[in-house]
């Protein structure tokens, strides 16, 4: 049985805590053969590269069985794999996938992962796949594949899902095909030089292409508003590399790429008054340059710097065809604590009927603007708050300004106090200067360590 593991982890494979469960399925059941294929690691390659590209999908046409191994960033697949997607459908090359089976094996600190599960599941149903429901570890708090229970569990699973493919067991499909028909907006509108109230300002974050839907979207929010309007567009600002989680930002919640990722998030976002996200809908989701853009943003999104910023959702595509999508929206507003006001698209049959809703969002931005309304916080909110308060009980010292800032704000409520004594303790030690500095310099190689103790 040849598996082909697409390795997502954008870390090196001896500091990729995904791929340890793979070293351990090798360990355990060493009868298969496994061919491990640095996807998000060597991206760039696959994409400027293409006999590289024909030789990755050669290694997987010659597999029985696939497997996408890889870490979750920000509830979805890391920037590069979903690349590498993108790659496979705008190269025709689906027929590389079909009709194998494949499955997904995540490692993450299970804070809404479930969603990039759904996103493969779909993807992997879209390019013919049969797709058995994968497996999701908890990795760094509790370390999962150290406990023997899970050991056996995992064991088992993937057992499972061998003798699925071996016997070509029919499995259902979860996910309607998805239809990318979308009718071309029939007005043409540029942005006027107007005199607008420069007391207010409204970020516009998108992937605008020239004469697309999204950029006569964008055109007709800004023709109904009052306020300063600043356009970024995603595909034209410098991001000199992707998120590669090497954990640098930990400490003081910065990030150690300079490019303009950091001024959006340091200063653009926190300084608008009202945030728009603009984007077309490519294979399911946003695209992969969105994605670094999301990912990179990994250095201060846990602190909560844009709450109860107003917030609206401009989407070129069939959304309500993509309910995993719809709830990432949810999700990632409710993560930022942001105050949603509204999310629309053009998947509508007339322009008026876009236009007459795009109004309504604008005009709803300006009103809660101007009001400021203070709203309960969603379940998805609250729910992402308490996930990463855990997270600071159990790695306070590794998260050190996420730490500073949550004890500022009093955000540290722990229904009893142990845990809080806990942290303080640690974060005194961990804030000595030459255990710092150790620390920084150990913090990848420590999270690992207990994985190749049990890989000896």
Not at 94 to 106: A, C, D, E, R
Not at 237 to 247: D, F
Not at 379 to 392: G, M, P, W
Request: net charge positive; glycine share 2%; hydrophobic share 40%.
């Amino acid at each position: 049985m040849k598996i082909a593991v697409l390795n997502g982890s954008p870390k090196d494979k001896e500091l990729s805590i995904s791929i340890k469960y793979i070293e351990f399925l090798q360990k355990k059941l060493p009868n298969y053969q496994y061919f491990i294929l640095p996807i998000s690691t060597d991206i760039n390659k696959i994409e400027s590269n293409d006999s590289y590209f024909q030789s990755i999908l050669k290694t997987i046409e010659d597999s029985d069985v696939v497997v996408w191994a890889y870490p979750v960033y920000f509830f979805m697949i890391p920037s590069q794999l979903k690349k590498f997607v993108e790659l496979i459908f705008k190269k025709n090359k689906q027929n590389v996938f079909t009709g194998k089976y494949s499955t997904t094996i995540t490692t993450s600190s299970m804070i809404f992962d479930y969603h990039a599960h759904n996103y493969i599941h779909s993807i992997s149903e879209d390019l013919g796949m049969h797709y058995i429901n994968g497996i999701s570890f908890e990795s760094i708090k509790y370390i999962d594949l150290l406990n023997k229970e899970y050991q056996m569990s995992f064991i088992n699973f993937f057992v499972d899902f061998i003798q699925k493919a071996e016997n070509k067991q029919s499995i259902p499909k979860k996910y309607f095909p998805i239809s990318n028909q979308i009718n071309k907006i029939d007005l043409d509108i540029k942005i006027e030089n107007i005199n607008r109230n420069t007391n207010k300002n409204i970020v516009i974050l998108t992937d605008n292409l020239e004469n697309s839907n999204i950029e006569k979207m964008v055109n007709i929010f800004s023709s109904f508003i009052k306020y300063k309007i600043d356009i970024v567009n995603v595909n034209t600002i410098n991001i000199k590399k992707e998120c590669s989680g090497c954990l640098y930002c930990q400490e003081k919640s910065v990030c150690c790429i300079q490019d303009d990722v950091r001024e959006i998030f340091e200063k653009k976002l926190p300084n608008a008054d009202a945030i728009i996200f603009a984007f077309s809908i490519e294979y399911r989701h946003l695209t992969a340059r969105w994605k670094a853009l999301i990912d990179r943003s990994t250095f201060n999104a846990q602190l909560p710097l844009l709450k109860r910023k107003i917030c609206g959702w401009l989407v070129s595509g069939n959304l309500r065809y993509h309910k995993d999508l719809s709830e990432f929206i949810e999700i990632f507003s409710g993560a930022h604590f942001l105050n949603c006001v509204g999310i629309v698209s053009d998947e509508y049959d007339n322009t008026e009927k876009i236009v007459e809703l795009i109004q309504n969002l604008a005009n709803d931005v300006e009103k809660n603007i101007e009001n400021q309304p203070i709203k309960p916080f969603s379940s998805y909110a609250q729910t992402y708050h308490l996930l990463v308060r855990e997270q600071i009980a159990s790695l306070g010292a590794a998260k050190y300004a996420l730490y500073k800032h949550f004890r500022k704000h009093k955000l540290l409520k722990f229904p009893y106090s142990r845990p809080l004594r806990e942290i303080i303790f640690f974060n005194i030690i961990f804030n000595l200067p030459f255990i710092k500095m150790i620390a920084r310099k150990k913090l990848l190689n420590f999270l690992i360590k207990p994985y190749l103790k049990l890989l000896k």
